[in-house]
């Protein structure tokens, strides 16, 4: 399911509106250091449910809101919206065309929608079970992950392997059934 878009808005460093189109093939997104290229990772991870602030590098949910600068003051809201071409049906979802998005307010309110219809977080988890993608899948490695996978003990290293390959889901459908 390729990724058509990406629309930031208010999301850390981005605080004027960045779309970022997709094409076909591979894209690369070059950069200063500190200049966002984690930040743009970040938000795509975030717009798929990420509910870990830590792992977006802050201590509340809401320091993924735009800060201010020395020229700008903060902002109220951050808005990430994530389009997928999803003529393949790998997303759990009858349209060809998939937008997700997530808004942030200061004040805590948070909103979630599939194609502008307001839905829950389960309903985000949902749309992307079995698809091999998801905030916590290995579609997104981060900085520092890699190493982690190195250094890891055989038995960890096997569980990412297996959790690669898809075989993890069937293993604990085995354990709930012998459960049974
Ligand atoms: P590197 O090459 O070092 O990995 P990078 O391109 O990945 O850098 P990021 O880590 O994405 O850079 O961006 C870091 C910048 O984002 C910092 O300047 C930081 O101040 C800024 N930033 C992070 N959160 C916010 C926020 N809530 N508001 C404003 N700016 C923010
Ligand atoms: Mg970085």
Not at 29 to 37: A, L, R
Not at 59 to 78: C, L
Not at 152 to 177: C, H, T, Y
């Amino acid at each position: 399911m390729p990724l058509k878009s990406l629309t930031i808005n208010g999301f850390k460093s981005f605080a004027d509106k960045t779309k970022i189109d997709f094409t076909s093939g591979i894209t690369g997104i070059v950069g200063p250091n500190g200049s966002g290229k984690s930040n743009i990772t970040e938000a795509i991870r975030w717009v798929m449910g990420e509910q870990s602030a830590r792992s977006l590098r802050g201590d509340k949910m809401v320091d993924v809101i735009f800060a201010g600068s020395d020229t700008r003051p903060q902002m109220n809201r951050a808005e990430v919206t994530l389009q997928f071409d999803n003529s393949n049906h790998e997303l759990k979802s009858q349209q060809e065309n998939v937008t997700i998005k997530r808004k942030l307010f200061r004040n805590g309110d948070s909103e979630f929608s599939i194609n502008n219809k307001n839905c829950r977080l389960k309903d985000i988890n949902e749309i992307f079970m079995d698809s091999g993608m998801g905030k916590q899948s290995f579609s997104i490695i981060s900085q520092g992950r890699v190493e982690e996978i190195f250094n890891s003990k055989p038995v960890e290293r096997r569980s990412i392997i297996e959790e690669s390959a898809g075989v993890s889901l069937f293993k604990q459908k085995k354990q709930q059934a012998e459960n049974k």
